[in-house]
């Protein structure tokens, strides 16, 4: 069995205070604030429960009266309304005012009306005669109180409406109605009916609160019974009525003891008084046992922290009653804490020194003064010193004396305002050596802000920035020829340019592309087209003019920068570059020559910045590349408008595809000899609102340079596969030939398109033909072989369209399925020359031999016409008959066309 533990040693006793007045105790003012402050809670919230019963029960009480009240001024005014309704009725009716005139039988008809209207015990109904005499009375109705009221009479008297309250002998209250009853021959009052109804028998089925008062009142009388309000909560009310005509105002006035509900609220507010008297008491009972243990922890916790300054051991400070935390055992483990935490404090003491004497860094504490009070082992090691000739030396001798006064000025500014810095500088080793570093200095500050010093951790950079200069050369050079790269050139001739600005120093740029190089890397290999890089640009660095910049943009593209300070330099430098070509590059297996396309843009003529001057440099050798290659273009503002025109092409091509507004105008195919229209070839044409009219020869390279030549074929087949039913119907034996894009045929999905349409309408490739480019055919694989032969038997006809420009072999033809072959017209238009006549007439042969038809492009003359008829060929199209026309104006041409001489034109 455990011992029990020993008694805890009695508090210590507080010290007098001067003067011998002893103060009071913190158990008695803890316990005196408690109390005052719970006493003064609990009256206060007494006193509030009273006020919102109060509050309260007033208000249940005037909500429930005035909604009585309204009940009751409906309820009446829908039933005077309604009863002087059914009055109206009766006292227009003709039985009515015909009885009163009648002097016979009059009782048979007029008192079983008179008692239908009398149906409910609260209604009495009589009728009187002009004069206000009792005419009749249904049986049990006490007529003559009603014909003596006062109000009856003077209604009478009048002759008019009226409306009254009275009282009956039995003292219940009624509301009267007077209405004329008024001859249509007379027109004049001929008798008067009176009802009465009793406002207790109306009510009745409102189940009003029996202890209710009511009073009434109609028109501008006094309430009926008289007001009484004294120990009443009373609620008036009044509204219009319309009696059939009649406006009444009908007021009513309700009242309530209120004696019964004052008694219920004084006992109520007995027991609230009862409640808070006994929540006093037991508050006051809680705050002093409250204030009793609260204070015996104090006391336990001010012994043990005197125990524990005076050195005696204190295992658990003010251990609290079990299950209790608050703001004391908040206390109590901070004051434990911190017993552990000096113990972790002397730990992290031994670590720091660890890492000081063992880091990789150099670490230098100095004091106020700047003064080296320490440094370790690391840092003497970077820069050669010893420990001894370091302590007590200004930090400041340490840094690179070049630059040392502004790093300094930061480093104190930024110590002062942040109490930090870090960033680079350079420190100077023993020997002289200066090493580049990375600093981060950090001011010492005590418990009271106060600076004690500072700390820097200095890391040696020496290997990172070799690495960095190692990787800028890189950056900055091209690895295979040597020369600066791209980007380095944009900084110097940036440079260039700044200096430049508002000066009077002109430069060329050039653009240089190898042509061969493809061929090159074909055929040799790739290692033999660097070796032809390498070649030309050192051919290029011996042959430009000095001062030029020279570098290698990327593949086989160089760009150079040339001075041109006189107007005759532009000419020297042109016959410099044509001494360019070729270059011959010497190969273990002999020698391949090798030529530069070059583009120049001057400086400031083409442009103020460097972007403009490359991309004009770029458009001239692209210009250069289309005339021949290896030659050399200057960019000027005719080239210009070119690019710029072709660069709105591109831009509005697309949308225009998109938005199909690329037509498709047909041109006629004749028979030479009769004349007769036997086929059209569709071809594309655009009027843009912005650019106008756009030939073909413009926009179908820029389609297929931005890859739209697909998307435009496809809207073409779209259009043409829509237009042909009309043109067959106008020419029946007529057929429609259109160019493809070889783009087309990668995929299926040309096949697949037309394959959907053929499903969808089995005779929509009747009398469709496609047209390929000798070329593309030539090229072909096997993949287009297979594709063209399912197209032909679906139904279409091959053409081959500018035969006789490109190069195929016959074994070529015959494998395809070629239909027919259409002459160029070049040869056409060569007919006169005996070389170009022999072509066309081969053509032909060919055409005959192996069974094709034969049609020729561009017959624009009648000599033209004479010359195919006498080779044989009988199909043509061209200027001589028609050129390319919408559809409309299609359907209106004749079966046969004539032969109209006109000059030559280009055909579409």
């Not at 509900?261 to 008084?273: D, K, Q, R, S």
């Not at 500088?425 to 001011?443: D, M």
């Not at 070889?742 to 959907?756: K, T």
């Amino acid at each position: 069995m455990t011992p029990a533990a020993p008694p805890a040693p009695p508090p210590p006793a507080l010290p007098p205070v001067r003067g011998g007045a002893r103060p009071p105790s913190l158990r008695r003012r803890i316990t005196q604030q408690l109390v005052g402050i719970m006493r003064t809670y609990v009256i206060l919230t007494t006193l509030l429960v009273m006020v919102i019963m109060l509050t309260a029960g007033w208000f249940y009480w005037r909500t429930n009266i005035n909604h009585q009240r309204d009940l009751v001024l409906t309820k009446i005014s829908t039933e005077l309304a309604n009863t002087s309704a059914e009055m109206q009725a009766l006292a227009t009716a003709p039985v009515v005012w015909t009885g009163l005139t009648d002097s016979f039988g009059r009782e048979t008809y007029l008192e079983p009306l008179l008692a239908r209207f009398n149906r409910g015990e609260e209604r009495r109904l009589i009728l009187l005669d002009y004069r206000g005499r009792l005419f009749m009375a249904p049986g049990g109705v006490d007529a003559q109180t009603l014909v003596d009221l006062p109000e009856v009479k003077s209604a009478v008297l009048e002759g008019r409406d009226g409306a009254a309250v009275h009282k009956d002998p039995d003292g219940s209250t009624h509301l009267m109605l007077v209405r004329r009853v008024v001859s249509p021959v007379a027109q004049a009052p001929v008798g008067f009916l009176v009802v009465s109804k009793d406002v207790r028998v109306m009510l009745r089925d409102l189940r009003l609160d029996p202890d209710l008062l009511l009073s009434f009142s109609l028109g501008s009388g006094a309430y009926l019974p008289e007001v009484r309000p004294a120990g009443r909560m009373t609620a008036g009310g009044e509204g219009l009525v319309d009696a059939a005509g009649l406006k009444l105002r009908l007021r009513v006035w309700i009242g309530q003891d209120i004696y019964q509900a004052l008694g219920l609220v004084l006992g109520t507010i007995a027991a609230i008084v009862a409640l808070g008297w006994w929540s006093i008491r037991s508050v006051v009972a809680w705050s002093r046992r409250f204030a009793g243990s609260t204070t015996r922890r104090y006391e336990q916790l001010l012994f043990d922290c005197q125990r524990l300054l005076a050195g005696e051991p204190v295992t658990s400070i003010g251990v609290p009653e079990e299950g209790l935390r608050d703001e004391l055992s908040e206390v109590t483990d901070a004051l434990t804490a911190m017993l552990a935490q000096q113990k972790e404090l002397n730990d992290e003491l031994r670590k720091t020194s660890v890492v000081f004497s063992t880091s990789a860094e150099g670490i230098v504490v100095t004091d106020n003064q700047g003064r080296i009070v320490d440094v370790n082992p690391a840092l003497t090691a970077m820069t050669g010193y010893l420990r001894g000739e370091l302590i007590g030396r200004q930090a400041g001798t340490l840094y690179r004396s070049v630059g040392r006064d502004d790093t300094s000025r930061i480093m104190a500014r930024a110590l002062e305002e942040q109490g930090r810095w870090s960033g680079e500088t350079s420190f100077l080793a023993r020997n002289g050596r200066v090493i580049p570093t990375t600093v981060s200095i950090s001011r010492i500050r005590d418990a009271s802000g106060q600076s004690q010093g500072n700390v820097t951790v200095i890391t040696d950079v020496s290997r990172l920035k070799e690495a960095e200069n190692q990787l800028r050369d890189l950056a900055y050079r091209d690895s295979l020829t040597g020369l600066p790269n791209f980007r380095r050139m944009s900084d110097e001739v940036r440079s260039l340019l700044a200096r430049a600005e508002g000066g009077n120093q002109r430069f060329a740029v050039l653009f240089f592309d190898m042509d061969q190089l493809k061929f090159v890397n074909d055929n040799y290999g790739h290692e033999v087209g660097d070796l032809v890089i390498k070649s030309l640009a050192a051919h290029l660095r011996s042959t430009l003019p000095r001062g030029h910049l020279l570098c290698r943009r990327s593949g086989d593209e160089f760009i150079a920068v040339v001075d041109l300070p006189g107007p005759e330099s532009a000419a020297y430098l042109e016959r410099t570059l044509e001494r360019l070509n070729p270059l011959n590059v010497p190969l273990p297996t002999g020698k391949v020559a090798v030529s530069a396309t070059v583009g120049l843009s001057r400086y400031p003529e083409d442009g103020q910045d460097w972007q403009s001057l490359m991309i004009c440099a770029d458009v001239a050798m692209n210009e250069a590349k289309q005339r021949q290659r290896g030659t050399v273009a200057w960019f000027d503002a005719a080239l210009g408008q070119r690019v710029y025109r072709r660069r709105l092409i591109q831009a509005r091509l697309a949308q225009a595809i998109q938005e199909r507004a690329i037509e498709v105008h047909y041109q006629p195919e004749v028979d030479l000899r009769s004349g007769a229209v036997i086929g059209f070839e569709a071809l594309a044409r655009w009027n843009d609102p912005e650019l106008g009219a756009v030939s073909p020869a413009e926009f179908v390279p820029v389609a297929e340079e931005a890859y739209l030549l697909e998307a435009l074929s496809l809207l073409v087949l779209e259009t043409v596969l829509g237009d042909k039913p009309r043109l067959l119907a106008r020419f029946p034996a007529a057929r429609v030939a259109l160019n493809i894009a070889p783009q087309a045929f990668l995929d299926s999905r040309l096949l697949d398109y037309l394959q959907g349409r053929r499903l969808a309408q089995p005779t929509v490739m009747e009398g469709l033909e496609i047209e390929l480019t000798e070329s593309q055919i030539a090229s072909g694989e096997a993949y287009l072989l297979g594709q063209l032969q399912a197209l032909t038997e679906m139904g279409l006809h091959l053409v081959i369209d500018d035969f006789g420009t490109g190069y195929s072999s016959l074994g070529r033809l015959t494998q395809f399925p070629i239909s027919r072959l259409k002459i160029d017209r070049s040869f056409v238009a060569g007919l006169k020359e005996d070389r170009q006549a022999k072509i066309a007439r081969l053509v032909i042969n060919l055409a005959r031999t192996l069974e094709f038809e034969v049609t020729a492009e561009g017959v624009e003359t009648e000599s033209q016409r004479e010359a195919l008829l006498a080779m044989g060929c009988s199909r043509a199209q061209g200027w001589l008959y028609a050129r390319a026309m919408p559809l409309a104006q299609i359907e209106g041409l004749p079966d046969r066309l004539v032969a109209v001489a006109s000059p030559a034109l280009p055909a579409g």
